[in-house]
C-alpha cells in the first residue's frame, strides 16, 4: 500500500498528474478537485490509493486522507470499482456522499456518471453504516454538476494549473459557457476538457 506520495509536481492532466519522487515520476489520477490544489513545479503531498489488477498497477490521488478513506470504502460496494468511486468523489465531496446515503437521496447519487437508480439504492444499502454521517459542520454543497457559474473558477484555475495563462484561461471558459447555452452544466472534469481543446485549435 503506498499511502502518499511526495515531491515535485512535473505535469498534470485534465484526469491526473505526474508526482517526481527523487527522479521517479508517479503517475497519479485525481478529481478536478485533488487537481486543483496541484501547481506544476511546485512540491506536493497527496494522499494516495493503490489499486492493483491483474494487468495494471493504478495511483489515485486525495485531496486529504478522507477523500481516500471514502474512496476506499466507496469500492466495497457491489459494482463499484475505482473509477466509479473516483466519479462520485468528482461529483460530490465526501460529506454530501455521507449524507447522501444517510438521507438515501438517490438523485443525489445518480448524478454520478455510471450509477443508475438501483445503483443507488444498492450503494445506501450495503454503505449506510460503514461511511457514516457528515463529519464537521456539514455545509459542504456537491462539487458537480456545476450549476451556474459556479464551474467558471474550477475549470479557470485547472487551465492555470496545466500551464496556460489567466487570459487563454478566461477566454476558454468563455466559449465553453457559450456552447452550454444556459444549460446545466456537466461535471467538472467533462468542462476541463471541453476547455482544453478549445485551446488545442
Do not use: Y
Not at 490509493?49 to 466507496?74: K, N
Not at 466519479?87 to 443508475?116: Q, S, Y
Amino acid at each position: 500500500m503506498i499511502a502518499f506520495v511526495s515531491g515535485r509536481v512535473a505535469a498534470a492532466a485534465p484526469d491526473g498528474a505526474v508526482i517526481d519522487v527523487h527522479g521517479v515520476g508517479l503517475s497519479v489520477q485525481c478529481t478536478p478537485a485533488t487537481l486543483a490544489g496541484l501547481r506544476v513545479g511546485e512540491q506536493a503531498n497527496v494522499p494516495t490509493s493503490l489499486v492493483v489488477r491483474e494487468d495494471s498497477l493504478t495511483l489515485f490521488g486525495f485531496a486529504d486522507d478522507d477523500e481516500r478513506t471514502v474512496f476506499e470504502l466507496l469500492q466495497t460496494a457491489s459494482g463499484i470499482g475505482p473509477r466509479i468511486a473516483l466519479a462520485m468523489l468528482a461529483v460530490h465531496t465526501p460529506n454530501a456522499l455521507r449524507r447522501a446515503v444517510a438521507t438515501e437521496d438517490l438523485a443525489a447519487l445518480t448524478k454520478v456518471p455510471g450509477i443508475g437508480r438501483k445503483g443507488a439504492q444498492r450503494i445506501v444499502l450495503e454503505l449506510r453504516d460503514r461511511l457514516g454521517g457528515p463529519t464537521g459542520d456539514g455545509s459542504d454543497e456537491p462539487r458537480a454538476p456545476a450549476r451556474g457559474e459556479a464551474w467558471r473558477e474550477q475549470v479557470q484555475m485547472g487551465l492555470i494549473n496545466l500551464g496556460w495563462s489567466a487570459k487563454d484561461a478566461d477566454a476558454a471558459v468563455d466559449a465553453v459557457a457559450a456552447d452550454l447555452d444556459g444549460g446545466e452544466a456537466p461535471p467538472v472534469a467533462a468542462l476541463l476538457k471541453s476547455a482544453l481543446k478549445k485551446l488545442s485549435t
